[in-house]
């Protein structure tokens, strides 16, 4: 199984807006420095969230950071003009060496909604739409292209090209059925929030996702599916762990009510017994799990990485104990493929390669096929274009 350690960047006070920001880049070096296998920044739009631009979030993470995998969580798609996108995560793509990867999906919250002016009625479609679009920006060099949602694009070439060629894409899902459907079209996993509910309507969503997939025609073994969790901590007993961790749930269950917000687990004992939560000893987070991917068949999860109203101390012990002596029994327990591998850059040209008009004899221009391919005329654009 991998591990990836997840934010959306809420911001509820208690400092400034660039202390916040810090927190989370500081949060990405730990969960590198403990042994994560990703950490992903999420996309909202409206408060308490700050976390409108996770390109620029995780650049500046790539820049503090060397091997762990960047993920968004998700990229909202739906209220995004897929070009302007494409080119964001392109240059991020290089920026992190090749570490990106996408969970895209249509997002949730009215305000953010009517501040891209994106409806109810048309935001399934508009996550296509973009989706497949962006599909395509990412695999060819040069394409014309109609849609409903954007202007068209005739003969349109788009830069940076991107490093990895493909970028793998997770689709997020909640709880609709056209999240999973795209996914299952394209060959692509799919991100089960598992969040807010018990965990029968994520795993229906899981089937239906695996049904579809056999549909079109993939071989069933190919399905990848992770799964995120409501919460985490982990104490040496049970006791110790649910006592710790009481007081920063009553402050959430206080704060759905105050937003008008349905409490689906109204104690931390129901959520622990119904819900996704993962409160407990190390035996106990272990079996909650195993128990999940009975029913998921999911391979990745995530865990919070804020610490969400815990101290600091007791923040970065749990997840060291988590890393520990969690991680290492459920990685043997529950076999994953592996993550894709960084691609290796093109060296960059020499000068005479970019000078041809009189090389020097120890520097002559390169043959056309030993020009890195980071520089080489696009096939599509020598032939005219795909259309």
Known sequence: MKFLAITLIAHTGGGTATERFREVVE?????????????GVGERHERPF?????????????????????????TTLSLLDPVRAFEDYATLDHLSGGRLELIIGKGNGTAQARLFHVTAEDQWERNQEAYELFRRLWREDEGTWQGRFRPPLVAAETWPRPLQRPIR?????????????????????IFSANVTNPIEPYAE?????????????????????????????????SQEAIA?????????????????????????????????????????????????????????????????????GRHRAAL???????????????????????????????????????????????????VPA???????HAAGGVS
């Open 50 to 74: 700050i976390s409108s631009s996770p390109p620029v979030v995780l650049s500046h993470i790539a820049a503090r950071t060397s091997a762990i995998r960047l993920f968004t969580a998700v």
């Open 244 to 312: 710790t961790y009481r007081p920063v749930f009553d402050a959430r269950v206080a704060l759905q009510r105050r937003l008008g917000l349905p409490v689906v687990f109204p104690t931390l004992e129901d959520a622990i017994e119904r819900g996704s939560i993962l409160v407990g000893s190390p035996q106990q987070v272990i079996d909650k799990v195993l128990r999940y991917h009975e029913r998921f068949g999911h391979e990745v999860m995530h865990l919070p990485a804020d610490a969400d109203g815990l101290d600091p």
């Open 320 to 370: 060291e104990l988590f890393q520990a002596e969690i991680a290492p029994v459920l990685r043997a327990e529950i076999p994953s493929r592996p993550f894709p591998a960084a691609p290796t850059p093109h060296a960059p040209p020499t000068h005479a390669a970019l000078t041809p008009d009189a090389p020097a004899a120890s520097d002559a221009v390169p043959a056309p096929d030993a």
């Open 169 to 189: 894409v997770w689709h997020g899902s909640a709880t609709s059925k056209e999240s999973v459907e795209l996914a299952a079209r394209h060959g692509d996993p």
């Open 205 to 237: 969503l899981i089937d239906h996702y695996r049904e579809r997939w056999a549909h079109y025609g993939h071989d069933p073994a190919g399905a990848l599916v992770g799964a995120g969790t409501a919460g985490y901590y982990a104490a040496r007993t």
């Open 374 to 380: 980071s520089h080489a005329v696009p096939a599509s």
């Open 27 to 39: 949060s990405a070096v730990l969960a590198e420095e403990l042994g994560f296998d990703g950490f």
